[in-house]
């Protein structure tokens, strides 16, 4: 009895865990990706239907971002991600600085309903070019 009881524990324990799902309308159990600067930077050198996240704050938008981003700051996404994009089947890239808001970011969008969410990290490991607001 013991050994099933901590095997129920353990469950619940381990769906606690697995925060970084949410439900689709399905009842199918939806995931953001997690994947590297270089997987993020090849999907757009390759892809053209995509959208990238900066979830970041203006300053920190304005001080350089991956050309293309929108900046949508992580405790905005809840109250502006359906309105800049419409279509929950988006591919969606995420970024921040570290790499803590993008993965707050893209489990708000995970339980929000999108499906095609990747997050990679910070910009601080970006290897590549960046751009500023006044370029």
Request: net charge negative.
């Given at each position: 009895?013991?050994?099933?009881?901590?095997?129920?524990?353990?469950?619940?324990l381990?769906?606690?865990?697995?925060?970084?799902?949410?439900?689709?309308?399905?009842?199918?159990?939806?995931?953001?990706?997690?994947?590297?600067?270089e997987?993020?930077?090849?999907?757009?050198?390759?892809?053209?239907?995509?959208?990238?996240?900066?979830?970041?704050?203006?300053e920190?938008?304005?001080e350089?971002?991956?050309?293309?981003?929108?900046?949508?700051?992580?405790?905005?996404?809840?109250?502006?991600?359906?309105?800049?994009?419409?279509?929950?089947?988006?591919?969606?890239?995420?970024?921040?600085?570290?790499?803590?808001?993008?993965?707050?970011?893209?489990?708000?969008l995970?339980?929000?309903?999108?499906?095609?969410?990747?997050?990679?990290?910070?910009?601080?490991?970006?290897?590549?070019?960046?751009?500023?607001?006044?370029?």
């Amino acid at each position: 009895m013991k050994k099933y009881f901590t095997l129920f524990v353990i469950s619940l324990l381990c769906m606690g865990i697995c925060s970084c799902t949410g439900e689709n309308k399905n009842d199918t159990v939806v995931t953001y990706e997690q994947i590297s600067a270089e997987e993020a930077k090849r999907i757009m050198d390759t892809e053209s239907a995509y959208v990238i996240i900066d979830a970041r704050t203006n300053e920190e938008f304005a001080e350089g971002h991956i050309k293309g981003a929108i900046m949508i700051p992580e405790y905005e996404i809840a109250q502006k991600a359906e309105s800049k994009i419409p279509d929950k089947n988006t591919l969606i890239l995420v970024y921040c600085r570290s790499g803590r808001r993008s993965k707050i970011a893209s489990e708000e969008l995970v339980k929000l309903g999108y499906t095609n969410v990747k997050e990679f990290g910070g910009i601080i490991d970006w290897p590549y070019e960046t751009v500023r607001v006044d370029d």
